[in-house]
C-alpha cells in the first residue's frame, strides 16, 4: 500500500472505531457542506476504510485472501453474464434467531443461477456463514444446505437433552454470576457442534465465497474482521462469545467477545470487499418494540436489543451519507465512488416475517421455534427473490 493511502487508512482507524474520535456522520456532513471535490474522495476513502482497515488484524491475516491489486479498494467485477446473478451477504447475529437466516440460505442455494460472492457476518450470521462455506467447499450447494440443517437440527436436540439451559435460567445465573464462576470449565456445546459440522481447513482453502468474520477486542472495544485465510474455530467461537456466558476468546494474544458489539454485521468492510453491487442484508434483532418494557427483564432484552443493532445502524446511516457525497460530486471518478454509486443494498428483516419477534428469547433453541423461524426465513428468500431481486436484476439487463 502506498505511503498517502497509508495515512488515510490510519486516520481511518479513529474515524470510526475511537470512543473519543470524530464520528463519521460529523465528517461526511462537513465534507458535503464544503463541497471540494478533494475532501469528498478523500472522505469517502476514510468512511469506507475505517472499519476495513482497522478490523484487519495482523497483516498477514489482511492479505492472506486478496490478490495484491485489490488491497485497498478493489474494483468491482463486472456482473456475471449469461443470466447468472451474483450476490454478497451481510448476515446479523442474534443468537437462535439464527434460524431464521438458516431458512433464507436455504432457499437462496436453491437457485442454479445465483452465485454467492462475498459473505460477512457475526455471531450466529457467522456460523451461518462457516457453515455455508464449509458445505459448499465439500459438495456444493447440496452439501451446504445439509450441513445447514444438521447443524440447527442438533442445536435443536442438544436443547432437548439439555445442553443449552433454559433462556430464563441462564439469564438469572449470569445476572448473578459470572462465567467464571457458574461455568469455571468454560463448557460449550456450540464448539462441539461447529468441530463436529465444520471443516475449517476446507473453509480456508476451497471455500468459492469469501468470508468476514467480525470480533469485538476486548481491550479497546474494536472491531476485528477476521477474512477467509484467517479463519478457525476460535474465531467464530470468539465472534459469538456473550462475555456474561463465557469466557473471552483468546485469538493471536487478545481477548475477544461477541463480534455483534462492534460491527453486526460488518457491512461497509463488505461493500469495500464485495465484486457485485447487490448486497443482502439479513436482519435478525427487532428494531421495534410494541409497549414500554416495565419489568427488569423486558426492560434488559430491550437494551440487548438497541445494543446489538447499534453498530449496524450506525453503518447503513454511513453508507446513506457517502451516497450523499457520490451525488454531490456528480459523476463519480473514482473507482470508490463508483461502487457506492452503483450498490444496490437489500434488506431482509426477520421481526417483519416472524410475529412477535420482539417478545422471544434469542436462547430459545426449541425445535418447535427454529423450525419456524426457518420456514419463515425461507418464505421472506421467496419473496424476495421473485419481487425485489428479480426487478433488481431487470433494471441491470435494461441498462446493458
Not at 479463519?231 to 470468539?238: E, N, P, Q, R
Not at 436462547?363 to 424476495?384: C, I, M, P, V, Y
Request: with cysteine.
Amino acid at each position: 500500500m502506498r505511503d498517502g493511502n497509508t495515512k488515510i487508512m490510519r486516520e481511518a482507524m479513529l474515524l470510526s472505531h475511537s470512543p473519543i474520535a470524530e464520528p463519521r456522520e460529523t465528517l461526511v456532513q462537513g465534507a458535503l457542506s464544503q463541497g471540494s471535490p478533494g475532501l469528498l474522495r478523500r472522505t469517502l476513502r476514510k468512511v469506507l476504510g475505517s472499519a476495513e482497515t482497522f478490523g484487519r488484524g495482523p497483516e498477514s491475516e489482511a492479505r492472506s485472501d486478496r490478490p495484491p491489486h485489490l488491497e485497498a479498494h478493489p474494483l468491482r467485477a463486472p456482473e456475471p453474464s449469461g443470466g447468472t446473478r451474483r450476490l454478497s451477504l451481510a448476515l446479523q447475529g442474534g443468537g437462535a434467531f439464527g434460524a431464521f437466516t438458516w431458512g433464507v440460505l436455504d432457499r437462496l442455494l436453491e437457485e442454479d443461477d445465483l452465485e454467492l460472492d462475498a459473505i460477512s457476518g457475526a455471531s450466529a450470521g457467522a456460523i451461518n456463514a462457516v457453515l455455508l462455506a464449509s458445505g459448499l467447499a465439500k459438495g456444493g450447494p447440496d452439501e451446504a444446505r445439509a450441513s445447514l440443517e444438521r447443524f440447527w437440527s442438533n442445536v435443536g436436540e442438544s436443547s432437548a437433552r439439555n445442553l443449552f439451559l433454559h433462556p430464563e435460567l441462564v439469564v438469572a445465573t449470569a445476572s448473578q454470576l459470572s462465567p467464571s464462576q457458574f461455568n469455571p470449565l468454560e463448557l460449550n456445546p456450540l464448539r462441539d457442534l461447529l468441530a463436529e459440522e465444520v471443516d475449517f481447513e476446507a473453509v480456508r482453502t476451497r471455500s468459492p465465497v469469501r468470508l468476514l468474520v467480525s470480533a469485538t477486542r476486548v481491550q479497546d472495544g474494536a472491531v476485528r474482521v477476521f477474512r477467509t485465510k484467517a479463519i478457525s474455530l476460535d474465531v467464530v467461537l470468539a465472534s459469538a462469545c456473550l462475555p456474561r456466558l463465557h469466557h473471552s476468546v483468546n485469538i493471536h494474544g487478545e481477548a475477544h467477545w461477541d463480534g455483534g458489539y462492534a460491527a453486526n454485521p460488518p457491512v461497509i468492510p463488505l461493500v469495500g470487499a464485495s465484486r457485485t453491487s447487490n448486497v443482502l442484508l439479513v436482519q435478525l434483532i427487532p428494531t421495534d418494540h410494541v409497549g414500554l418494557p416495565v419489568t427488569k427483564s423486558e426492560i434488559d432484552k430491550r437494551l440487548g436489543q438497541i445494543t446489538f443493532n447499534a453498530p449496524l445502524q450506525k453503518d447503513l446511516e454511513a453508507i446513506g451519507m457517502m451516497k450523499k457525497l457520490v451525488s454531490k460530486q456528480g459523476e463519480p471518478t473514482s473507482r470508490l465512488g463508483r461502487k457506492i454509486d452503483s450498490l444496490q443494498l437489500h434488506h431482509l428483516s426477520a421481526e417483519n416475517y416472524v410475529d412477535g419477534l420482539s417478545q422471544a428469547s434469542v436462547l430459545n433453541t426449541k425445535w418447535d421455534f427454529l423450525s419456524h423461524l426457518r420456514d419463515q426465513g425461507r418464505e421472506a428468500a421467496d419473496a424476495w427473490l421473485s419481487e425485489e431481486f428479480a426487478s433488481t436484476a431487470v433494471k441491470l439487463i435494461s441498462r446493458n
